[in-house]
Structures are given as structure tokens and as C-alpha cells.
């Protein structure tokens, strides 16, 4: 079934609403014909709602229906549409404190917050930041077609001090970023620390205790090559998909002829990568 993600931050107001449930032709200017939304297009898979709590507050009550009533309709349009899809959500803002400033609907969180998964900040979890950054420097080998096969045990180290205000999504675009810019195959502490100053990563306010690196978090690193990273990615792609080549180029980021080219290179077979996958 399809899953379809939504950012609702990158969108406007004005034109999430349209994105979301479709429109009909002549509903607004510029709208030269009929439109299926997000909820049309998932159909019985699911849909994420990214950054929910930046959803303007009246759009929110739309969504609310779909959630209660199973149905809406597209904008200009007066037919009830069906929606049976599942729909995830994710935020960084603090949505009860949202409520308090009357900028969240109460009644929406509470038909959210069905289940609800808290992730920690990253920088409460630095022992999984080489394992990160080792599979964004692949990830960002494969979109941007640079070779980088070495990274020292220093990068890695200056990597896993800094705080990471941004979480996730900042490190891979600081990798991506570093990667590109890089010259070589290698990958040093000295390269890493000259793409970003104290200030940029947010250390200057950082305290002592962000910035520590516990003994026990270097010795839990085992080191492994970028090679079998890339290749251990592309292992669990193919094995999520079902060795269903076009979707696990949509999962990895790359084109069908690099993947078979990574396949031949691996010398990858179906059966070892379902081994993988278990």
C-alpha cells in the first residue's frame, strides 16, 4: 500500500490544504483542473504528517474529521470522499504547550496521541553518532557520486563531542555538506572540524556535561569499513523490498544502473540478504 509523507512545515497554509485533500477545477486561481490530494493518493496505506505542529489551527479541525469521520471533501468540490488510510505523525514543538497557547486543537492531539513514541535528543545518545554519520557518508556517496572509503577515529570522535541542537536531520546535513566538500577519499577530524565553527554547531552555550564523552561510549564503537556500510544499507533495502529493485532505489536515493552496479560489485545474492534482514 502507498505511503505518502507530507511535510507540513514546507508547505503554506494556504496550499497545504490543497495538497492534503485536492481540489476541483476552477476552486481557486491557477486551479486549471481537478486535483487529487494526499489522503486520495494513499488510499489504504499511510500517510505522515511531518511537523504537525506547525498545521495552521483551522486546517487542523479538517483533519480531525478524516480522523473521526473517515471522510472530506476536496476544496470547491461537494462530494464526500472516503479515506481509510492510517495516518503518523511527528513534531518537535511541545504540542501540550501548544494547547496552552490555543495554537493546537486539544481534540486533535488526543485522537493523535493513540500510541506515541518519544526519541531522545541525539546528544543523549552519542554512542550512536559514528554509526549515523558512517551511513550518511554513504548515503551521501551514493546521491552525490563521491568516494569517500576512509574516515579517521578522530572525525568520528570530533563528531560525537558537539551537541547536535538540530538532532538527526542536522548531522546528515552536516555529512552531506562534508562530503561534498571534501576533496579525496578521506575523511579527517581536521576536515570535519574546519566545516563548522563552535558557534555554528551551538557549543559556545553548550555545558560540560553535552560535551563529554564517556569512556564506555568510544570502547561500544566497533569500527567497520564505509564499504560494508554501503553494503549492509543496501542489504536492508533490497530485503525490506523484497528485492523489489525500483523501490529500493526510492528507499536509498540512487538510480536502478548504480544499484545493479552496487549488486554486481557486492556480489550480492536474494537469499543472503533475508538473512540479513532477520
Given at each position: 500500500e502507498p505511503f505518502i509523507s507530507v511535510n507540513c512545515s514546507a508547505i503554506v497554509d494556504t496550499l497545504l490544504e490543497s495538497e492534503l485533500f485536492g481540489h476541483e477545477k476552477g476552486a481557486f486561481t491557477g486551479a486549471i483542473a481537478q486535483k487529487d490530494g494526499k489522503f486520495t493518493l494513499a488510499k489504504n496505506g499511510t500517510i505522515f504528517l511531518d511537523e504537525i505542529g506547525e498545521m495552521d489551527f483551522n486546517l487542523q479541525a479538517k483533519i480531525l474529521r478524516v480522523l473521526q469521520e473517515r471522510e472530506f471533501e476536496r476544496i470547491g468540490g461537494k462530494d464526500k470522499l472516503k479515506s481509510e488510510c492510517r495516518i503518523i505523525s511527528a513534531t518537535n514543538k511541545d504540542l501540550k504547550?501548544?494547547?496552552?497557547?490555543?495554537?493546537?486543537r486539544e481534540d486533535l492531539y488526543f485522537r493523535l496521541n493513540v500510541i506515541s513514541i518519544h526519541i531522545p535528543p541525539l546528544r543523549t545518545r552519542r554512542e550512536d553518532i559514528p554509526d549515523l554519520a558512517l551511513s550518511f557518508i554513504v548515503k551521501a556517496n551514493l546521491e552525490t557520486g563521491r568516494n569517500i572509503k576512509f574516515v579517521s577515529e578522530g572525525a568520528l570522535r570530533f563528531l560525537s563531542e558537539l551537541p547536535w541542537k538540530g538532532n538527526v536531520r542536522q548531522l546528515e546535513n552536516f555529512i552531506t555538506q562534508t562530503v561534498i566538500m571534501t576533496r579525496g577519499d578521506r575523511l579527517t577530524e581536521k576536515a570535519v572540524a574546519s566545516m563548522m565553527s563552535r558557534e555554528d554547531m551551538g557549543m559556545e552555550d553548550a555545558s560540560d556535561e553535552e560535551l563529554h564523552i564517556s569512556s564506555h561510549h568510544i570502547n561500544?564503537?566497533?569500527?567497520?569499513?564505509l564499504?560494508?556500510?554501503?553494503?549492509?544499507?543496501?542489504?536492508?533495502?533490497?530485503?525490506?523490498?523484497?528485492?523489489?529493485?525500483?523501490?529500493?532505489?526510492?528507499?536509498?536515493?540512487?538510480?536502478?544502473?548504480?544499484?545493479?552496479?552496487?549488486?554486481?560489485?557486492?556480489?550480492?545474492?536474494?537469499?543472503?540478504y533475508y538473512l540479513v534482514d532477520q
Open positions: 504547550e501548544l494547547i496552552k497557547e490555543g495554537r493546537f561500544d564503537y566497533h569500527p567497520r569499513t564499504n560494508e556500510v554501503e553494503k549492509e544499507q543496501i542489504a536492508k533495502a533490497l530485503a525490506h523490498t523484497k528485492w523489489h529493485k525500483g523501490r529500493a532505489c526510492d528507499i536509498l536515493g540512487i538510480t536502478r544502473p548504480r544499484l545493479d552496479r552496487k549488486i554486481k560489485k557486492y556480489s550480492i545474492k536474494p537469499l543472503q
